[in-house]
């Protein structure tokens, strides 16, 4: 019996030794080299690695989703603390978070690629050491709204061969230092295709490239500032500007013979550079009309059609048939008279080159509201204060006939009504229980409206 039992005993002791092995190489197999504000992430976590939703992590795609993350607590790797630390082969961050309290805010070793896109709020990583840090040669690539700041450098990826390449969107880097070494990007090699960077140092440089800085001719703006250094940017092996783009600044500045550094008209270098699309400062021109149709009558000169300009200015207006109606703009008013029975089209042109166009309709008789239509002929209102809403559609319109559509109760003490004549909304407001019409009239024509007020 005593060896039945010790046999059973040492039995069940090599199976739960065998479970327990199990789990601890299950959970060892499970684990990514991934660490978000102090957390390792694993299969166990990574829908939800932080507990809140604000952090999830795709294993198949490598992928980090942030939803408004807060980062705060680090992982400690080769000294320094990381809000995100990745030893992957590559890692894709996309979403919004605040990163802060670390040495680094998101940091990468290793050759893999590192890709951030800002969306939302944008991510905004800071770091007593480095904003954003890539050792070995892989690329980072940036996109979105991306803001970096650190002591050391905003965005840093000079540990290896590995080029930071910014795609498109806002990225904002900045080192704080203010000695030799505080600087906005440091880079291998740094290459912006589009959108808008402002990068500054209070080091020596804004942007620093160890080999080459190209500047494409997609991007809206680059702005580089080192207010206590010697340079905005320089590049060991070479600054490149599309011809396409334009140096802002400084005034007659242009890339030093050495090819290294931006230099100003006289020949010295410069604490800040501003290049642009030849378009970047232009403001978006627009053009609206109050009306896309016109009838007028014979003779006459309709001055109702108004055209609301944004950075921008009437340079023509043409009618196709003259023979049916004329147009002309004086600088405050566009005139269109009616010469004979008939349709044409005027076309309205801007100085940008927004092209508009009004069907104008020409009869021999007086011009009036022929038709009112409603989206609505009865409405039932619960109880006081509530509200409706109908469309009424005069045709022609206000701005052929000059005749106002005007909304009357019958009984204003079970409701009223008004309208805005710019859309034609009529709103009913119910007062008290009771039944009443409202009348809709735009010159000889109208039309009703039963309504309804149950309590």
Same mark, same amino acid.
């Given at each position: 019996?005593?060896?039945?039992?010790?046999?059973?005993?040492?039995?069940?002791?090599?199976?739960? %030794?065998?479970?327990?092995?199990?789990?601890?190489?299950?959970?060892?197999?499970?684990?990514?080299?991934?660490?978000?504000?102090?957390?390792?992430?694993?299969?166990? !976590?990574?829908?939800?690695?932080?507990?809140?939703?604000?952090?999830?992590? $795709?294993?198949?795609?490598?992928?980090?989703?942030?939803?408004?993350?807060?980062?705060?607590?680090?992982?400690? /790797?080769?000294?320094?603390? /990381?809000?995100? %630390?990745? $030893?992957?082969?590559?890692?894709?961050?996309?979403?919004?978070?605040?990163?802060?309290? %670390?040495?680094?805010?998101?940091?990468?070793?290793?050759?893999?690629?590192?890709?951030?896109?800002?969306?939302? $709020?944008?991510? !905004?990583?800071?770091?007593?050491?480095?904003?954003?840090?890539?050792?070995?040669?892989?690329?980072?690539?940036?996109?979105?709204?991306?803001?970096?700041?650190?002591?050391?450098?905003?965005?840093?990826?000079?540990?290896?061969?590995?080029?930071?390449?910014?795609?498109?969107?806002?990225?904002?880097?900045?080192?704080?230092?203010?000695?030799?070494?505080?600087?906005?990007?440091?880079?291998?090699?740094?290459?912006?295709?589009q959108g808008t960077v402002n990068a500054a140092g209070n080091g020596r440089y804004g942007?620093? %490239?160890?080999?080459?800085?190209?500047?494409?001719?997609?991007?809206?703006?680059?702005?580089?500032?080192?207010?206590?250094?010697?340079?905005?940017?320089?590049?060991?092996?070479?600054?490149?500007?599309?011809?396409?783009?334009?140096?802002?600044?400084?005034?007659?500045?242009?890339?030093?013979?050495?090819?290294?550094?931006?230099?100003?008209?006289?020949?010295?270098?410069?604490?800040?550079?501003?290049?642009?699309?030849?378009?970047?400062?232009?403001?978006?021109?627009?053009?609206?009309? !109050?009306?896309?149709?016109?009838?007028?009558?014979?003779?006459?000169?309709?001055?109702?059609?108004?055209?609301?300009?944004?950075?921008?200015?009437?340079?023509?207006?043409?009618?196709?048939?003259?023979?049916?109606?004329?147009?002309?703009?004086?600088?405050?008013?566009?005139?269109?008279?009616?010469?004979?029975?008939?349709?044409?089209?005027?076309?309205?042109?801007?100085?940008?080159?927004?092209?508009?166009?009004?069907?104008?309709?020409?009869?021999?008789?007086?011009?009036?509201?022929?038709?009112?239509?409603?989206?609505?002929?009865?409405?039932?209102?619960?109880?006081?204060?509530?509200?409706?809403?109908?469309?009424?559609?005069?045709?022609?319109?206000?701005?052929?006939?000059?005749?106002?559509?005007?909304?009357?109760?019958?009984?204003?003490?079970?409701?009223?009504?008004?309208?805005?004549?710019?859309?034609?909304?009529?709103?009913?407001?119910?007062?008290?229980?009771?039944?009443?019409?409202?009348?809709?009239?735009?010159?000889?024509?109208?039309?009703?409206?039963?309504?309804?007020?149950? $309590?």
């Open positions: 019996m005593r060896v039945n039992n010790f046999c059973k005993y040492l039995f069940a002791s090599l199976i739960a %030794c065998f479970f327990i092995l199990s789990k601890t190489v299950i959970s060892h197999a499970a684990e990514y080299d991934l660490w978000v504000n102090g957390v390792r992430v694993n299969d166990t !976590n990574k829908a939800d690695i932080l507990g809140d939703g604000t952090a999830s992590f $795709n294993s198949s795609q490598n992928k980090l989703t942030l939803k408004k993350a807060v980062i705060t607590k680090g992982y400690k /790797y080769m000294g320094d603390t /990381y809000g995100i %630390c990745s $030893n992957l082969s590559s890692l894709n961050i996309v979403g919004s978070a605040k990163i802060s309290g %670390c040495d680094v805010g998101i940091g990468m070793s290793g050759d893999g690629k590192l890709s951030i896109n800002g969306t939302g $709020n944008g991510i !905004n990583s800071s770091g007593s050491t480095d904003g954003i840090a890539r050792d070995g040669a892989g690329d980072m690539t940036i996109k979105g709204k991306v803001s970096a700041s650190g002591g050391f450098t905003g965005i840093f990826n000079g540990g290896g061969t590995g080029s930071v390449i910014i795609n498109e969107g806002s990225v904002t880097a900045k080192g704080t230092n203010t000695s030799e070494y505080g600087y906005g990007i440091w880079a291998y090699k740094l290459i912006i295709k942007i620093i %490239c160890q080999t080459e800085l190209q500047i494409k001719s997609g991007i809206t703006k680059v702005v580089a500032k080192a207010p206590n250094g010697t340079d905005a940017m320089g590049a060991l092996k070479g600054v490149e500007i599309d011809k396409a783009l334009l140096l802002n600044k400084p005034s007659g500045g242009s890339i030093a013979p050495s090819k290294q550094t931006i230099i100003d008209a006289s020949g010295k270098q410069v604490r800040e550079v501003v290049i642009a699309s030849k378009n970047a400062d232009k403001k978006k021109a627009s053009m609206s009309l !109050n009306t896309t149709s016109v009838t007028v009558q014979k003779g006459k000169t309709l001055k109702t059609v108004k055209a609301t300009l944004k950075n921008d200015k009437i340079s023509s207006v043409k009618s196709a048939d003259p023979k049916v109606a004329t147009v002309t703009y004086d600088g405050k008013t566009i005139a269109i008279k009616g010469i004979k029975k008939g349709t044409t089209k005027v076309t309205i042109k801007t100085k940008s080159g927004i092209s508009k166009k009004i069907t104008v309709k020409v009869q021999n008789t007086k011009v009036t509201t022929s038709k009112l239509s409603l989206s609505k002929t009865s409405v039932s209102l619960l109880k006081k204060g509530k509200k409706t809403t109908i469309t009424v559609k005069a045709a022609p319109d206000y701005y052929s006939t000059k005749e106002k559509v005007t909304v009357k109760s019958s009984d204003k003490n079970v409701a009223k009504a008004s309208i805005d004549t710019a859309t034609g909304k009529i709103t009913i407001t119910a007062v008290k229980k009771g039944t009443c019409k409202i009348t809709v009239k735009a010159g000889k024509k109208s039309a009703k409206i039963s309504v309804t007020v149950k $309590n």
